[in-house]
Nanobody
Framework: QVQLVESGGGLVQAGGSLRLSCAAS????????MGWFRQAPGKERDLVGA????????YYSESVKGRFTISRDNAKNTVYLHMDSLTPEDTAVYSC?????????????????WGQGTQVTVSS
């Protein structure tokens, strides 16, 4: 069982930046593919991006490519989502997720474990 806890959300003005963190429990963090999702009010949950377990290969959705960066520190059992050039359209609850790396594509939205989410609000 893996527990995920996000932090770093908050209120930011358009054009600003935020860094979200997702801390994972357990000793096998380095074997998990990690994903970041977001869900805006009244909308479905969307994949923001993902990072492979050990190589650190990343994938980003078109809506955030060039503005968001996912990284991980396996020694700290933590994955990060650095967000730049934020717009009001980025307002959502952001959640991290984990799955055992089994060769699935990074675009695969099937995950085994989920965090509770953190609110990001971007004001205009």
């Amino acid at each position: 069982q893996v527990q995920l806890v996000e932090s770093g959300g908050g209120l930011v003005q358009a054009g600003g930046s935020l860094r979200l963190s997702c801390a994972a429990s357990g000793r096998t963090f380095s074997t998990y593919t990690m994903g970041w999702f977001r869900q805006a009010p009244g909308k479905e949950r969307d994949l923001v991006g993902a990072i492979t377990a050990s190589e650190g290969i990343t994938y980003y959705s078109e809506s955030v490519k060039g503005r968001f960066t996912i990284s991980r520190d396996n020694a700290k059992n933590t994955v990060y989502l650095h967000m730049d050039s934020l717009t009001p359209e980025d307002t959502a609850v952001y959640s991290c997720a984990a799955r055992v790396a089994r060769g699935r594509l990074l675009t695969d939205t099937t995950y085994d474990y989920w965090g509770q989410g953190t609110q990001v609000t971007v004001s205009s």
